[in-house]
């Protein structure tokens, strides 16, 4: 089975790598892989570095972003149209049995899209999820145009029926950065403490805000009350930088001026070692509802962007509000009984098996029982 797959960003390479590295070790399949977004930016940390150093090969690169471009939506709709007509040509030209796309990003959702149009299977990892931003729209736009469906829950699943898709094309498999958490071996800790000027022993928070894109103007703000709360807690900071959905420049900008430390990327060997020693992650990635519960450490999940997720007990949800963010850090770092309960809890989104199960699902699928005329699932 020939299967296309395109990154854009760290986000979906977390999700992709477990998932490729069991491919590439099995002959039945092949894979045509294409980068292309914020992976090939050097201001974004150029991911692709990381991907090759992972020993993959890449096939083909699709300039997506003008690193001089407008920090706008209609920039946003730009650069989906670049990476939507690039990768036509790729699609063509690999003549893949699958294209194998994911989550809530342009970039899958542009190839998503234009295999649809062509013919060709298209599987589909994590729709059915809520989330704020025009994430929402993106992903599920991007099941009603895929034919196989890997949700991570069975609230996800039972979201997909009621979007009309039929249950015989879902699987529910959870989500595959939690393998990544359970399987990238383990670094001596004081290597990365002197590396990054840390001392584990004492709290230490991870941050990742990113824009929200319903909200771009107040990109400014909402940053800067996370940092006015930041100010306020006895703590070690390491930012990472967000994408560059649009509002982006501003809070790359106000972090840079912070004085807080800060990192473009990190290949997934550092970046995990280091997520396995903070205390709590804060900002507003996808990454504090999915992957936190697994290393059993609190998130403070700031504004919109991850609204209506499913989430385990870890998660403290706050406004974009010094005084609220504030409060729930204290909390996470230093209410040891929340800390108790958090070390005990189970992660809703899997335990660390679900690249596993995808790739077991599509070597003993029949591709050509799939059917691309898309029908509206009703029910029986």
Known sequence: MKVFVLIERRADYSRYKPILERMKAD???????VV???CLLDLHGKDVNYIEDDGFTI???????????????????RSMARVLTGVTYELEKSKPDLVLSGFDIGGNFAVTVAAA????????????????????????AM???????????????????RLG?????????????????????TMNASELEKEFDLDFSKPFVLVIQHPVTTEAMSSIDQ????????????????????NNDAGHAKIIEEIKASGFKWIP????????????????LVGNSSSGIHETPTLKIPAINIGNRQMGRERASNVLDVPNDAAQIEKAIQKALFDDKFRKEVSEIKNPYGEGNSAKQIVDILKNIDLSSVSIQKIFYEGK
């Open 265 to 280: 990327s990190l290949p997934t060997l550092k970046f995990v070692n280091l997520y396995r020693n903070a205390w709590a």
């Open 165 to 185: 898709e039929n249950p015989k094309d879902i699987h529910v498999v959870g989500c595959p950065s939690i393998d990544v958490l359970v399987n990238t071996p």
């Open 223 to 242: 940053i800067r009350e996370t940092l006015k709360a930041l100010r306020n807690i006895d703590a070690q900071v390491v930012f990472l930088l967000p």
């Open 36 to 38: 292309t977004g914020i």
């Open 117 to 140: 149009h062509m013919n060709i299977p298209v599987a589909h990892i994590q729709g059915g999820e809520v989330t704020g931003s025009i994430d929402e729209s993106i992903r599920h």
């Open 59 to 77: 096939d083909a690169k699709i300039p997506m972003f003008d690193s001089n471009s407008p920090d706008s939506g209609a920039e946003m709709v």
């Open 143 to 161: 099941t009603k145009f895929s034919h196989i469906h890997f949700p991570a829950t069975e609230d996800a699943e039972k979201r997909l029926i």
């Open 27 to 33: 002959s039945f399949f092949e894979i045509y892989l």
